[in-house]
Each structure stands twice: as structure tokens, then as C-alpha cells.
């Protein structure tokens, strides 16, 4: 491959630095001259595409002529269309020249296409196919949010009651991340409304230059917050604010309102005007991937607003705050995050289960509280955060500040003492067990040492597509995976596929309405049905993966035909990889989660195809129990301690040891102490747990006797109602103690 295709297919900041100081069209025209120049070609094209009116427009061109843009046009739908990189060349080359011509996509949704062409008789070859591909990927990072300014979608209003003030109120919640703090609080500002700002300027003059300064300082506060982004989480990489960023330099967003103040119009009744413009289009559509959109829009008006008011909150204002929310996306939990907050309080009726778990990773306080009174309060007010059992304090009184006192004591007394993460984890009979480490943010491995753990049991990889405004490319997820095999030396490093679909949606991508999401379109199903956005993820692991220990899963497994097909996508991934030259793990260990109830009576059948087993207990019970996890009204019903699961958790083990394989589990049975004796008298040696609770599982393990733990775990199994087995855990757990 040569030197300037090398650098163009493994840079990913180039575009984005190409991005930073420029409007749309500059960096339009920028990148067509990088891309040819990198490319040896001396023509290069960007087109967008329209999905309302479907067609495409030319934004930006390097020396196109009116007779390349002829001969193409077929050529260039053809690409978008069906997806794929055509390479034009003929006989007639040196007259016409040869043409490359790539679709920017964003996972499934189509963005507009790329195209190169030489003049000069030189041809294009694999390197050059591969290069183009990497570019339009990286684009389709940057220009995905375009669309979104002509064509936008709806949201809804909520009325939102008055919060009585001045006195002492308790509002118990949910837990979703633990933590404490005493803090004032912040409503998200987003929640007070664009009109009421509005209706401030009515009577307010203000010029040009206020307008101007008013777009500079936002832009400013977005850049600062992308700068926090990338110092504290490399996962969120560079883009994570693209769309917002995009939208201020667009020409039809801020660049009408700033037509509207030139020819006469108020700055205040501009912006307004513009901002209603795409409010009433995003209300007229029904597509429900724009909920995050609109917001983008409403944010950004906002911030112009109370930028013209200059009554925006500083960078730094909600450090040590708790902030009140009616929902968060991840970016947003992110942008929060940076301002170095002390908690959160959300009002939604529900929250997707990848938000609280970005939330512990990045060790912020979360509580769920159903009462939309709460986005009434006054900033400022005075309150506690307790989200170790899930509660609020408005105005706390003296008893509950020192009874929060004690509470912070104890903590430290207890913190002192968790000396038990350093060391291998031996049982009191001297055994081994391996304790693995569940990874959902590489800021994860900052609570731990990489030598106090025995490796990565579970990297969950939705979590930079959840992170991303749209769908991450394959050079994104790259540069992410080698962040964080970088420093894991020989130990295990275990990947498991793209998990999403039931309570863990994407943002970007309208999935179908299902009546039961969590039995549909999800995990290694979605993967399966999008080939393309599997292939991606499956490359970068490889490349990421080059010399060292790489273990690759498949989340919800159904069948051992699934398995296989999965794993031939693996397969066709290492010899495509290696036919480009491209360093990659050419023989990764690959393995199944284990989670659905079809998979027992033919477990020894898979056992002979997988290289190693991961258990995952959350989903197991809910399947296995038909509970949903994630519904309050039956979680009494969710028993990890059912005679089913029990006994499901022995066959698997018992399939998995038959066979000669590696069998873990990783869900959340395996960070509770009653259960752990149980599950290492299965014969199951590898427990694989989020980083705040290997101390207790390490302490666990090594006061546990493995023969002990067999007789215990026998006799669990032998008992056949729930009660019984109760009873045999706390009698078990009492002599623990």
C-alpha cells in the first residue's frame, strides 16, 4: 500500500481536523482536495444525498468536468443504491479516465457518495479501494447530520408541575448508579423551554455583532466540552458533538438566521423564525430516530438565546451539582461528565439500561425518580444524592446531614480495608479462580489494575455505538479497541459482539416496532441481518486484536447453526484482512454467550464448535423465567435462584468441562457472595464482574473451600422449590459470615 493511501485509511483525525475551523463548504472543498491529493487523482466529488426528495446533489468538486459528471451519473446512484464501491475503468481510460466512486454510509442509512477519477490513465487498485473506504467511512461520521437539518422530525412537549419550595421533601427512586453526595441543584436547562427565553428578547435590541458573538461563544462551549470528551474518555473519540457542530456552521440553520438580521429582521425573531421553520418540519414527520435530533436543534437554539442574554452557564457551572433531567442521551451524559457533576436525578418513566451503565463506568451518582415535579425546583437548592439505595433530600434537615456524615465515615473505614483486589484469587483449599474483569468504558480500567485482574472477561462494544451520533466506522471502533488492548499484554481479552435491540437502542437508528423487543430484532440477530455493520466491527476487532490473546462472543446464541454462521463472517474477516496486508489477529478463540433456554438440550452439540462458553445470567433468568428485567411489576419474579436456573448453570458447566473448554460466567449472580460457593461447586473456574466489585468477590473466593462449595452446590441442586433453596443460601451465608 502506498505512503499516502496509508496514512489517509489509518488517520482519523484528518478529516476531523480539516473540520474544526471551517464552514460546511470549506471543509467540503478541503476534503475533496485532500482526498484527491492523497488519492493521485486529479478530479474528486462529494455528493449528498436527499433522502425526502431521493436524489442526489453535488456539494463540492475538485476539477469536475461536465462529461466525467455525465458518464457517471448512472454509475454514481448505482453506488449509493446498492451499497457498494464500483471501480470504472475501460480501455478508453486515458480519454475518460478511471473512476472510483464509494457510498458514505452511516450503518444502514445513506449519506452520499464519494468519487475519485484519474485522467491520466493510471488505474485503481485494491489499496486504492480500500483507502476510499476508510475516507467514506470517516465522512460519513462528519456529513451524517446534515440530513438532519433538511430533514427533521418531532418531538413531544410535557407540562411540567410546580415544585413546592422552602421545606424539607424526600423522593425515594431507583438505583441505577451507585454514589453519594451533597451538592445544589441544577435543573438541565434544556428543560425550561425555548419560549420562555424568546418571550425575554421581545423587547431587547440587539445587532449584528451580538448575533455573531452569541454563534462564536456557543461554538466555543461545544469545542470546550469536545476537548473534556476527549482527555477523559478516548471511547467518545473525537466527533461525539459532530451534529451540533455542524448545525451552527450550516448555511440554512445560523447562516438563514444571519441573512434574516442582514435584510432587516430582528436577531431575536430570526432565530426564532428558523428555529420554528424546522420544528414544524421535524412535527410534521414520524420517524422516531429524530427525538434526538430535534433536541439538537432545541439545544443549540437555546444556548444561542441565553448566549444573547449572556445567561449561559460557564464551562466548569455544574461541577459539583446535581442535575435534574427529564431523560439523557449518552452524548449528553457525556457532556455532563466533563463539567465534573455530582449526580443525577432523572424524572422519565423508564431508563435503557446502557445509560445507568455509562453512568457507573464513569462514577457518577444516578437515581430514577418518577415524579416530573422535580424539574420544577430552584437552582441552587440544597440536597443529597443518595444513590447506594436510591433516594433524593431537598432541603435536608440536621438529622439527615449527620446521619449522611456517619455514612461517609464508614465508607472510608471500609475503603481502607479492601485490600483484597491485589493477588491472584485462591480458594481457602488453595484452587484457582480466574477474576475477570467486565469492561464497558476503557476509563473503566482507571478503578483497577490490569495485574489484580486476570483479564478482560467482557468488553461490552455497544457502548461506542450507543456513545456515537450515528454508526461508529470501522477505523472508529479500531481506534477504540486498540486503546484498549494496548496495555493488556498476554492476558485475555474477550469481545463480545454488538449487543443492542431491546432495552439498549441506538438513537440514530429506527428500529422496528416490535411487540416484545427483547424476544426480536437484537444482538447477533441485528448483526446477522446487517452483514455490513458486522463486518465492520468483526475487522476492527481483528486489527485490533493483532498479537494478542483475542477472544471473540456472540451475545443471544439460539442455535448451533446460528453460531456457525457467525463465526463464517469471522473467518471471511481474516482472509479479507489478510488478502489487503491489513495486521490482524488471524486466530482468535471464539465462543458463545449462553443465555437461552434452546441451547440446553443441544449444549454438548455446541460445545464441540465453541472455543469457550460465557454464561450470561441476566438474560438466562429472564428467559428462562419469562420475566422481563427491566419491568418492575414482576421483578419479584426474577429469581436468580430458581431450581431452573440452578440447574441450567450446572449443564452448561458440566458441557462446557465435558468438552475440554473454558467456561465463565459474567452476569450478575456472579458478584453476589451467596452465590459464588454455588457457582464454583458447578466446576465453573472464571468469574468475570464489573471493577467495583472484585474486591468482594476476591474476598468471596478466598474463604470458600472448593470441595465444600461442591457438596453446597449438590445439595442447591437437589432441592426443588424456591424456598428450600432460600433457605439453604442464608444458613450457607451464616456460616460464611
Known sequence: MNTNNRKMLYSIDELSNLFEENSIEQFLLKT?????????????????????????????????????????????????QERHIICQTSDESILFGSSLIAPIMRGVHRIGVLTVQRENGVLF??????????????????????????QPFPIEASDKPYF???????????????????????????????????????????TISDFDRAIEKTYRHLEDIHK???????????????????????DSFTG??????????????????????????????????????????????????????????????????????????????????ADGIAGIVLVSGGVTSH??????????????????????????????????????????????????????????????????TAGAAYTNDNQLINVMLNLNLISDLKQIKMEDVDGIGLYRTEFPFMIFGSFPSEEEQAFI??????????????????????????????????????????????????????????????????????????????????????REIIWQCIDELGKHGIAHNSSPSIGAMIEIPSLLPIIDGLAQECDFFSIGTNDLIQYTLAVDRTNEKVSSLYIPHHPAILNAIKVIADAANKA?????????????????????????????????YIPRVKRTIRKTDISKAALFADNLLSLKRIADIEAALKEQNAEEA
Open 32 to 80: 475533496v482536495d485532500m482526498v484527491a491529493l492523497h488519492m493521485n487523482a486529479g478530479i474528486c466529488s462529494i455528493y449528498i444525498y436527499n433522502e425526502l426528495e431521493k436524489k442526489l446533489t453535488l456539494r463540492a468538486t475538485k476539477k469536475l468536468s461536465a462529461l466525467l459528471a455525465q458518464l457517471g451519473e448512472d454509475l454514481i446512484a448505482a453506488s449509493l
Open 228 to 250: 473534556k470528551i476527549k482527555e477523559k474518555l478516548v471511547d467518545a473519540a473525537s466527533l461525539i458533538f459532530a451534529s451540533h457542530l455542524l448545525i451552527l456552521k450550516d
Open 125 to 150: 487498485d485494491r489499496d486504492d479501494i480500500t483507502a476510499i473506504e476508510a475516507v467514506a467511512s470517516q465522512l460519513g461520521t462528519i456529513l451524517e447530520h446534515l440530513k438532519y437539518i433538511t
Open 481 to 566: 479497541y486498540k486503546k484498549l488492548t494496548a496495555d493488556t499484554a498476554d492476558k485475555p481479552v474477550t469481545f463480545r459482539t454488538l449487543d443492542i435491540g431491546g432495552d439498549k437502542a441506538l438513537a440514530y437508528y429506527d428500529f422496528p416496532l416490535e411487540n416484545n423487543p427483547c424476544l426480536g430484532m437484537r444482538s447477533i440477530r441485528f448483526s446477522l441481518e446487517h452483514i455490513m455493520i458486522f463486518k465492520q466491527q468483526i475487522r476492527a476487532i481483528l486489527r485490533a486484536g493483532y498479537g494478542i490473546n483475542l477472544k471473540i462472543m456472540f451475545p443471544m446464541i439460539s442455535s448451533i447453526d446460528e453460531f456457525i454462521s457467525a
Open 355 to 420: 445509560v445507568g451503565i455509562l453512568a457507573r463506568s464513569l462514577m457518577i451518582p444516578l437515581v430514577i425518580i418518577n415524579d416530573p415535579v422535580l424539574l420544577t425546583v430552584s437552582s441552587g437548592t440544597d440536597a443529597i444524592i443518595d444513590a447506594d439505595v436510591g433516594s433524593l433530600y431537598i432541603n435536608p434537615t440536621s438529622e439527615v446531614l449527620h446521619k449522611f456524615e456517619m455514612k461517609d465515615v464508614a465508607k472510608d473505614i471500609i475503603s481502607a480495608s479492601q485490600t483484597e
Open 164 to 206: 413546592e419550595t422552602g421545606k424539607f421533601q424526600y423522593f425515594p427512586g431507583t438505583t441505577a448508579s451507585k454514589g453519594s453526595f451533597r451538592a445544589p441543584v441544577a435543573v438541565k436547562p434544556w428543560e425550561k423551554g425555548i419560549d420562555t427565553i424568546a418571550k425575554e428578547l421581545e423587547n431587547r435590541h440587539f
Open 660 to 692: 475440554g473448554i473454558e467456561v465463565s460466567l459474567c452476569g450478575d449472580m456472579a458478584n453476589k457472595e451467596i452465590y459464588i460457593p454455588f457457582i464454583i461447586g458447578t466446576g465453573i473456574k472464571c468469574l468475570s464482574v464489573d471493577a467495583m
Open 256 to 337: 438563514a438566521m444571519r441573512k434574516l438580521v442582514i435584510s432587516g429582521q430582528s436577531v431575536s425573531k430570526a432565530i426564532m423564525e428558523i428555529f420554528t421553520k424546522y420544528k414544524k418540519i421535524f412535527t410534521a414527520s414520524g420517524h422516531p430516530i429524530i427525538k434526538e435530533k430535534i433536541q439538537d436543534i432545541e439545544d443549540l437554539t437555546l444556548e444561542i438565546l441565553n448566549n444573547l442574554l449572556d445567561k449561559n452557564l460557564e464551562a466548569g457551572a455544574y461541577k459539583d451539582h446535581i442535575v435534574v433531567a427529564k431523560d439523557l442521551f449518552p452524548s449528553e451524559l457525556l457532556a455532563l461528565s
